[in-house]
T-cell receptor, first 115, second 113 residues
Framework: GAVVSQHPSRVICKSGTSVKIECRSL??????MFWYRQFPKKSLMLMAT?????????EQGVEKDKFLINHASLTLSTLTVTSAHPEDSSFYIC???????????FGPGTRLTVL | GESVGLHLPTLSVQEGDNSIINCAYS??????FIWYKQESGKGPQFIID?????DKRQGQRVTVLLNKTVKHLSLQIAATQPGDSAVYFC????????????FGSGTRLQVQP
């Protein structure tokens, strides 16, 4: 099956710093990538949808200036949490989808802890 | 608005028994449904999917049933094993052209040896 990787898998940072998370589709071209966040014992909440070469579409309530998303190529999307605060601590998961296919393939997630 | 929900937050079964996890959805225009398994600290893993023009689909040890009349989806796991212990999410995609999935709240399956 298709493989999606995320890096880093775990990151701890100080409040006020920025953190970049990478999402890569390893064996297919992902025309669309999605970013989710998940709090403990909760479901996945969609943050934004990114299409290669265009601006991301953010869900209501998600600050686009705080969560910067770049989808520069068909195999890479990045999420940058700017000026992170403790309330941004969460599990961030990306998924990738090929054109004309419904199925999404999920990355292993990134655990962000902001001190 | 759209919502996907689950009836039971936790399901405990004995090893070897069959498990049934249920999910209700509210968007009658949803055309594609997926079940995911998520182990602690990991991303969701695809289990099985079904389109709205079907009412049943079988995989290896898993079966998904779709009842569009009552907007209900279920996942059946045969001969449940300890390795099946995880949180299971149903997700749906609607006709609106929205490519993203809407996830249900999840059910934790605990398999007792």
């Amino acid at each position: 099956g298709a493989v999606v990787s995320q890096h880093p898998s775990r990151v701890i940072c100080k409040s006020g710093t920025s953190v970049k998370i990478e999402c890569r589709s390893l064996d297919f071209q992902a025309t669309t990538m999605f970013w989710y966040r998940q709090f403990p014992k909760k479901s996945l909440m969609l943050m934004a949808t990114s299409n290669e070469g265009s601006k991301a579409t953010y869900e209501q309530g998600v600050e686009k200036d705080k969560f910067l998303i770049n989808h520069a190529s068909l195999t890479l999307s990045t999420l940058t949490v700017t000026s992170a605060h403790p309330e941004d601590s969460s599990f961030y998961i990306c998924s990738a989808r090929q054109e004309d296919y419904n199925e999404q393939f999920f990355g292993p997630g990134t655990r962000l802890t902001v001190l | 608005g759209e919502s996907v929900g689950l009836h039971l937050p936790t399901l405990s079964v004995q090893e070897g028994d069959n498990s049934i996890i249920n999910c209700a959805y509210s968007n009658s225009a949803s055309d594609y449904f997926i079940w995911y398994k998520q182990e602690s600290g990991k991303g969701p893993q695809f289990i099985i999917d079904i389109r709205s023009n079907m009412d049943k689909r079988q995989g290896q040890r898993v079966t998904v049933l779709l009842n569009k009349t009552v907007k209900h989806l279920s996942l059946q796991i045969a001969a449940t094993q300890p390795g099946d212990s995880a949180v299971y999410f149903c997700a749906e995609k609607g006709y609106t052209g929205r490519r993203a999935l809407t996830f249900g709240s999840g059910t934790r399956l605990q398999v007792q040896p």
